[in-house]
């Protein structure tokens, strides 16, 4: 990545009340800075300030028309950035702020359509993460924070996943380790006594469906329309080699990887015998394995692929625990320069529904359900 000669990145470790003067000062002047959530790391900019804004698009590489969402340290900040807070919008952020919810709304003046995408809602979310919510207050402006990466790529849960993209393109990256969850928030949008999701994510529809009582999907989750929300249209999430996913019983999956396995070898012109030793190997697979298809696997294809190329997110199912390893597995991968992926998914149930649309994106929807 060619980075920015005229600007050097410092990382804040271990965050002081100080750090977090600077970072948020840093902010009111229009730089960037990258801000921990519990979701993942966002790179973030003074949100009423249009020109700021437009480093994020800049340095993240983002399209213009993508929307970005506000980040506010409490219910009560966000009144002069809207019209109204209709009564079901007050009582979800009542239930799940702080925490991964984020809610549209209509913006107010304000507001700059830099930060929305040229829409007339703003997206809006209170995290549930302390050091990010001291900056907010500390800063005194909404912060505009999409995910920390270049446009495309993995999402960052660590402040060194930040750093790999954002070195000399943004001041200051507030490091306060790893991020909690490790999918982005839910998006929704109120209308009425109604919410439709914009974009799965931490809090899921059974979740929701506790506050209110008409909760849907949108259906531009799977069209072309022009995105209400991050993370709709564009291709997200990607890492550098193409990724191929499976669901099903941990047996069904694991003899999938295996076949799969062999015919790789086969495109590359491999002798593919009882003898499974190096086949994996040969291929430079990396693989994103729950623990039951890990062992189903370890004595036959994985006999002698390095540690590197293997991840074990937990056990079969876990939807939570590949959440929070997906994006990190990615980028490892990346790292181990392996030229295809393998990866186990979850059932689309509950949080598995977020896990599944980041899986389809990353993986250009090459996922087999067996």
Not at 43 to 54: K, P, R, S, T, V
Not at 75 to 84: E, H, N, T, W, Y
Not at 97 to 103: H, K, N, Q, S, V
Not at 227 to 251: C, L
Request: some cysteine.
């Amino acid at each position: 990545m060619d980075t920015h000669d005229s600007i050097h990145t410092h990382i804040l470790s271990n965050p002081s009340s100080n750090d977090l003067l600077v970072a948020a000062r840093a902010l009111q002047n229009g730089e960037l800075v990258a801000i921990p959530t519990e979701t993942v790391y966002g790179l973030g900019a003074n949100g009423l300030d249009a020109e700021a804004m437009d480093k994020i698009y800049a340095a993240k590489g983002r399209p213009s028309d993508n929307p970005l969402i506000l980040h506010v340290p409490s219910i009560d900040s966000i009144r002069p950035l809207v019209k109204a807070i209709p009564k079901t919008a007050y009582q979800l952020m009542e239930t799940f702020w702080p925490g991964p919810l984020t809610i549209t709304l209509p913006k107010s003046d304000l507001v700059p359509y830099r930060a929305t995408g040229g829409l007339e809602r703003v997206a809006l979310r209170c995290p549930d993460h302390d050091i990010c919510r001291q900056l907010l207050s500390l800063a005194g402006v909404p912060i505009a924070a999409p995910s920390a990466n270049i446009s495309g790529r993995p999402s960052p849960t660590t402040a060194q996943a930040v750093y790999e993209d954002m070195n000399g393109r943004i001041l200051y990256i507030v490091d306060a380790g790893p991020c909690s969850i490790g999918v982005e928030s839910t998006v929704v949008e109120v209308q009425e006594d109604a919410v439709i999701i914009l974009r799965p994510g931490g809090i899921t529809k059974e979740m929701l469906e506790t506050v209110v009582s008409t909760v849907t999907y949108d259906k531009a989750l799977s069209s072309d329309a022009k995105p209400k929300a991050p993370g709709m249209k564009y291709k997200h999430y990607a890492p550098d080699a193409p990724m191929t996913a499976f669901v099903g019983n941990a047996q069904d999956v694991a003899i999938a990887i295996d076949k799969y396995v062999h015919s790789l070898t086969r495109q590359q012109g491999e002798i593919v015998s009882h003898d499974f030793v190096h086949i994996a190997k040969a291929c430079n697979v990396g693989y994103l394995l729950s623990k039951e298809v890990y062992e189903a696997l370890q004595p036959t294809i994985l006999t002698d692929v390095p540690v590197n190329c293997i991840h074990v997110y937990g056990h079969h199912g876990d939807a939570v625990s590949l959440a929070h390893d997906f994006y990190s597995a990615l980028l490892s991968f990346n790292e181990a320069k392996v030229t295809h992926i393998i990866a186990e998914g979850v059932q689309p149930e509950g949080l598995g529904v977020a896990v599944m649309n980041r899986m389809e994106k990353a993986s250009g929807g090459h996922i087999e359900y067996l």
